[in-house]
């Protein structure tokens, strides 16, 4: 930011003008992730939808491939969305899906043979996702 003296006036509009900028990126940025074009959606491949219906979540999650690569996606109660990249494995009981970022606690799924979404940790599958009936 350029410091003009005598010029508060025009301080105050350099610095209203940056911060404009700086959250006009994030808007347009935020749009982008969540608005795919028809084509992009398309070429998705929809491997299952399901809701968490643990106590208090009620999270919407839709798992798809697409261009050869995993996404889970996840709708959240409070209205909050995250898009993920996973990397896969396939194993016996099914794919074994991790967040391409990691996760500290071990934490993945499991995209069981039978289609159900199983959150599993390094220990145990702990929980089945419901179908989301009314996606499908």
């Not at 799924?109 to 599993?120: A, D, P, R």
């Amino acid at each position: 930011m350029t410091l003009v003296r005598n010029r508060t006036e025009e301080v105050i509009q350099i610095e209203r003008e940056a911060k404009l900028k700086e959250m006009e990126m994030s808007v347009v940025e935020k749009r982008r992730r969540l608005s795919w074009r028809e084509d992009e959606l398309s070429s998705r491949e929809v491997l299952g939808r399901w809701i968490d219906e643990r106590p208090l979540l009620g999270d919407k999650i839709t798992l798809y491939k697409q261009a050869g690569k995993y996404y889970l996606e996840t709708w959240y109660l409070d209205g909050c969305h995250s898009l993920d990249e996973m990397i896969s494995e396939e194993t016996e009981e099914g794919i074994k899906l991790e967040d391409k970022g990691g996760n500290i606690f071990g934490e993945y799924f499991m995209l069981t043979t039978e289609n159900e979404l199983k959150f599993c940790n390094s220990a145990n599958c702990y929980y089945t996702a419901k179908i989301n009936v009314e996606a499908a």
